[in-house]
Structures are given as C-alpha cells and as structure tokens.
C-alpha cells in the first residue's frame, strides 16, 4: 500500500513565503512599474528580509518572470487555444466575441503591462523571454496553421504574431494612453473587419 509523502511544515513555510514574494511583488510592479521597484522594497512589502528573498529568487527580473509564470502566460495561452476554436466556426459573429473578451483580457492586466514594457527594454533576458511568449502562441492554434500550406507557415505564424502586437498597441493607446476614442465594441468590430479575413488560410 503506496503512502503519500505530505510536505513538512517547513516547506509549507517555504513555498508560502515564495507566493508571498510573488503576490507583493506583483502589486509593486502593478503600481510602481519595473525600474523603479527594487529586492528591498518587495522584501519589505511582504516582512521579510533580503535575504529571505534571494533564497527563492536570484533577482527581481527572476520575480517578474514568475509573476509572468503564474498570471500572464498561461492565460495568454488559453485565449489563442480558444481563437483556434473561434476561427473554425468560420463566425465573425464568433470572432467579434473573442476579440471583446481579448480587450477585456488587457483590461484585466492593464497595470502590469508598463513593468512588462520597462523589462523588455531594460533586460536583454525579459526580452528573450517576452520573444518566446510571443513565439509560442501560433502554437496553440495547430487547427489553423494546419489549414495553412507548407510553404507559408511562416506568414501564417507571423500573421497571429502581428495580431498580437496591434492588440497590445490599440489598448496602450486606448485605455493607458488615452489617444484613440472609442468604445470597446467599436474597436472590436474594426479590428474583427481586420483581422477575421487576414487569418483566413488561402484558398
């Protein structure tokens, strides 16, 4: 009869202290943005020492990868499986809908997107990083690279690829910038008139 090993008390400890550091340090890039905040002021933010800190992270770019880890990423992931989904309806009706809940996705992580921005400009390593996260979203949508031929699978990909940068360009101008005026349910009717047709495979 097989028992199940339960962690001791100490690597609860441990593993609360680490999402601790995460969550505190998630708030701070959410308000202060990422150059700013520094190992101190995440240590202090959830009471521990900086110490304590460097024994879960190696750096506050580690912690920002992290925070990416657990929030961004794999909801990211999630929307352009269900895109996949969406462009096999053949529905612009359907693709309005996603490209509403895609604007409300940024609306949900609007106050992290500077600290994602001021790492990718500043660390070499968050942009490597931020490169792959890009990389890796036509590859959550094998339904419609497959309706692709062999030879233009690269314009496919980069076709979802600069989908992605308008998105986050339109909503930086739109609700952070506040230099385009528009309701969402008009931008997400302009950008499906857009977008609905530039993701459909040749015939």
Not at 10 to 35: H, P, V
């Amino acid at each position: 009869m097989s028992t199940v090993t339960r962690p001791s008390l100490r690597d609860e400890q441990k593993l609360q202290t680490r999402a601790k550091l995460i969550e505190g340090a998630k708030a701070l890039f959410s308000t202060q943005g990422y150059a700013s905040v520094r190992v101190d002021d995440i240590a202090a933010a959830v009471g521990c020492s900086r110490a304590t800190f460097y024994l879960h992270f190696t750096s506050k770019l580690d912690v920002l990868r992290a925070v990416a880890e657990q929030s961004t990423a794999p909801s990211a992931l999630h929307f352009y499986e269900d895109l996949d989904r969406v462009l096999d309806t053949d529905s612009r009706a359907e693709f309005v809908a996603w490209m509403t809940r895609a604007i409300e996705w940024f609306q949900q992580y609007k106050d992290l997107l500077p600290a994602w921005d001021e790492a990718t400009a500043l660390e070499p390593e968050f942009r490597e990083i931020a490169k792959q996260g890009i990389l890796a979203l036509p590859n959550a949508m094998p339904s419609y690279l497959a309706r692709w031929p062999a030879d233009r699978q690269d314009e496919a990909r980069l076709r979802v690829e600069l989908l992605v940068a308008q998105l986050e360009r339109f909503f930086t101008r739109w609700a952070m910038q506040g230099t385009i005026d528009v309701t969402a349910a008009q931008a997400a009717e302009v950008l499906s008139d857009i977008w609905f047709p530039a993701l459909r495979a040749p015939s």
